[in-house]
């Protein structure tokens, strides 16, 4: 399978404290996009960066990209209990430009 | 920003019948739409990629016969599900890239599907 990876698959944290999640994937990409996704709810894009940035900055949304190692980060700082939700990454296949998604982390933020 | 809708949002149907999700691009034209399935507490997959005026391209081990797909024009692309069975239960959500760029797509919001 194609699937990449993210861990942690599920992460509880309080409110306030940071929360970080990884994505390891196999393929060659054009860009990595990360997505949240509420409990069955369509999907809502956070951020892209392209396989030529190294780090980006959205808000309180900071993400690491290392296609050296092909693996990426989503950092969600000084988190709220509305950032509950599924979050995944995505990558664009640079030949087939479809979209493969990681297995997502479950995140749940306590008030 | 580009928006796709999707239609219906949810669904419930008997088995044995089939169902059509209409996957939308409201306000650009796109030649090629992609169709996911995602069950409970899982990821979302890749099952198809709809290209308007030819045949779809499934993904190995979705059936053909049994997920229908027809891209009648730059705006519409429709799944068909046949003959459902309660194990096609699922979440499924379109994706259109616009003319100007494969890397960024946008997703529909989703059909849920129940079938019992």
């Known amino acids: 399978s194609q699937q990449g990876e993210e861990d942690p698959q599920a992460l509880s944290i309080q409110e306030g404290e940071n929360a970080t999640m990884n994505c390891s994937y196999k393929?060659?990409?054009?860009?990595l996009q990360w997505y949240r996704q509420n409990s069955g709810r369509g999907l809502v894009h956070l951020i892209l960066i392209r396989s030529n940035e190294r780090e980006k900055h959205s808000g309180r949304l900071r993400v690491t990209l290392d296609t050296s190692k092909k693996s990426s980060s989503l950092l969600i700082t000084a988190s709220r209990a509305a950032d509950t939700a599924s979050y995944f990454c995505a990558t664009v296949d640079s030949g087939t430009y479809k979209y493969i998604f990681g297995t997502g982390t479950r995140l749940k933020v306590l008030a | 920003g580009a928006v796709v809708s999707q239609h219906p949002s949810w669904v419930i149907c008997k088995s044995g019948t089939s169902v059509k999700i209409e996957c939308r691009s409201l306000?650009?034209?796109?030649?090629?739409m992609f169709w996911y399935r995602q069950f409970p507490k899982q990821s979302l997959m890749l099952m198809a990629t709809s290209n308007e005026g030819s045949k779809a391209t499934y993904e190995q081990g979705v059936e053909k016969d049994k997920f229908l797909i027809n891209h009648a024009s730059l705006t519409l692309s429709t799944l068909t599900v046949t003959s459902a069975h309660p194990e096609d239960s699922s979440f499924y959500i379109c994706?259109?890239?616009?003319?100007?760029?494969?890397?960024?797509?946008?997703f529909g919001p989703g059909t849920r599907l129940t079938v019992l």
């Open positions: 306000d650009f034209q796109a030649t090629t």
């Open positions: 393929t060659s990409i054009n860009n």
């Open positions: 994706s259109a890239p616009t003319i100007y760029s494969y890397n960024e797509q946008f």
